[in-house]
């Protein structure tokens, strides 16, 4: 659409920790491009089947979803060749603006489609990833602008709620770093997920001991209960942040929380086989357990409310990342903070909406 792809010559590279590079392989899959996905070999089985399956080609970096800068080692080494096209979502704005434009947009209108007399927007929660779908808050804040916004992570790898790092198993999410794209001055709250949390409720939400125990023991609509396989474990770890941040600010059955289902969990069925080994059948005890212990009693715990200066804390943690190690300046990572540089992405959308509707014209999409 702009000039910077040529898909006639040019392979499309899409470096990820899950998700997004089964999106890009799909369109690339439609354009008749040839695509590479990048992620880490620590990933679940069923991603990788699903590449293959649409012909992409793969590249496992070593570790788990916390490995990025492995991530963007390879992405580094790949870019030096021009017939790759890099496709970074971590760092290319328009992952922001279009998360701006269009699932903030559509959050908006699912809100004031479900609403009751005296209900409010009260706040978003979004597990940072590339730090995409939190860009729907930029949007989020000017329709609702009492509301609070939030970016989750998992406490085995804390980076944004105290500098830390680790591994965990929160798939779908990438840590140890801060994404250039993530507007933090607008963020919040840091919440944090245990991983444990996310991986019982996987088995309680689709064990049919679990679902019978959600349908009978506590009477839930069995047509509810049947969407809940539509949460993967990074959203799992979105409802998790949603539930801490209602009972932090105290909200009521009239304050609305929103946040997304980035996966579902038919890319965790091994994860599942592997919980099975590891701790044995799923029994009705073992679903009032977890339903008790990882759900019910949530707690306000391992939370930040963010000040000015805890803003620009994991602010400056892009420095270590961009700076350092991926050729961005100081001028840039400065601009981001004290500039306007995300308002000014805002702005294109009008100008990109007419680049594509000209471009579809051409190409005889209209």
């Known amino acids: ?20 590079c089964r999106g890009g ?13 990048i992620l880490p070999q620590e990933m679940s089985r069923e991603r990788f089947d699903w590449l293959r ?40 704005m328009g992952n922001h603006l279009w998360h701006y434009e269009v699932t903030g ?19 978003a929660c979004f597990t940072t990833g590339s730090a995409g779908a939190i860009g729907s808050g930029d949007k989020l804040k000017e329709l609702y602008p009492g509301m609070k916004l939030a970016a989750g992570e998992a406490l085995q790898c804390p980076t944004l709620l105290d500098n830390g790092f680790g591994g965990h198993r929160i798939e779908g999410i990438g840590d140890k770093h801060v994404p250039w794209i993530h507007n933090v001055k607008n963020t919040d709250m840091v919440i944090d997920i245990d991983d444990n949390d996310s991986q019982e409720l996987l088995r309680l939400f689709n064990e049919p001991e679990g679902v019978r125990f ?27 942040c949603c539930i801490k941040m209602a009972k932090y600010y105290e909200f009521t059955e009239h ?4 946040t997304v289902l980035t996966d579902s969990f038919a890319m965790y069925g091994s994860r599942l086989e592997e919980l099975r080994e590891q701790d044995g059948d799923y029994t009705p005890v073992k679903a009032a357990v977890d339903f008790a212990r990882h759900l019910q009693a949530q707690k306000t715990d391992n939370l930040l409310e963010l000040t000015y200066a805890d803003r620009k804390r994991v602010h400056n943690l892009k420095y270590y990342t961009w700076v350092e190690q991926q050729g961005k300046t100081v001028d840039e990572i400065n601009a981001l903070w004290y500039g306007t540089e995300f308002e000014d992405v805002h702005r294109q959308a009008a100008a990109i909406d007419e680049l594509i509707k000209a471009f579809n014209e051409e190409a005889g999409n209209a």
């Open 53 to 92: 399956s649409i012909g992409a080609e793969i590249i496992a970096t070593p570790g788990c979803e916390s490995n990025v800068k492995e991530i963007f080692d390879k992405t580094h080494e790949l870019a030096a060749d021009p017939s790759n096209m890099i496709f970074n979502q971590f760092e290319q």
């Open 214 to 240: 959600l349908t009978e023991e506590l009477c839930l609509d069995p047509a509810f209960v049947e969407k809940l396989s539509w949460l993967g474990i990074s959203g799992i770890a979105n409802l998790l």
């Open 105 to 123: 947009s559509a959050i908006a209108e699912v809100f004031e489609g479900m609403k009751r007399p005296g209900d409010r927007f009260a706040g």
């Open 25 to 37: 392989a799909f369109n690339s899959r439609l354009l008749g491009v040839h695509a590479i996905g």
């Open 1 to 20: 659409m702009t000039g910077h792809f040529d898909s006639s010559v040019q392979k499309a590279v899409w470096p990820s920790t899950g998700n997004y």
């Open 255 to 258: 304050d609305v929380v929103a």
